[in-house]
């Protein structure tokens, strides 16, 4: 499956975005679906996932309350609704597939498939 993400931008602090991620090929509904980001100079980390059927989802904790993910099936796309945005958000934000439809992960390397990511950035 090939991930194409989209919806990243500049924003001001406490403003929104909505980033989404289309999957190609028919099998898109058995992949749960992961966020992470990468800011510069640090590590890859875990933001949101979702599995296969969209009724099982985890955060990381600095994104409760303020991030959603979600997907639709028939669209072959996933989406992560970001609110009350902060600074420390700024990051490349990547999509990624896992096989394990079932299994909602927050390791990256659960993942087999991986968008190209968009760029966040979110000025104070």
């Known amino acids: 499956v090939q991930l194409q993400a989209c919806g990243g931008g500049l924003v001001q602090a406490g403003g929104s975005l909505r980033l989404s991620c289309a999957a190609s090929?028919?099998?898109?509904?058995?992949?749960?679906m992961g966020w992470f980001r990468q800011a510069p100079g640090k590590e890859r980390e875990f933001v949101a996932a979702?599995?296969?059927?969209?009724?099982?989802?985890s955060y990381a904790d600095s994104m409760k309350g303020r991030f959603i993910i979600s997907r639709d099936n028939a669209k072959n796309t996933v989406y992560l609704q970001m609110n009350s945005l902060k600074p420390e958000d700024t990051a490349v934000y990547y999509c990624?597939?896992?096989?394990?439809?079932?299994?909602?992960?927050?390791?990256?390397?659960?993942?087999?498939?991986w968008g190209q990511g968009t760029q966040v950035t979110v000025s104070s």
């Open positions: 979702i599995n296969w059927s969209g009724g099982s989802t």
């Open positions: 990624a597939g896992s096989s394990f439809g079932g299994i909602v992960s927050t390791v990256s390397e659960r993942y087999r498939y």
């Open positions: 090929g028919r099998t898109f509904i058995i992949y749960a």
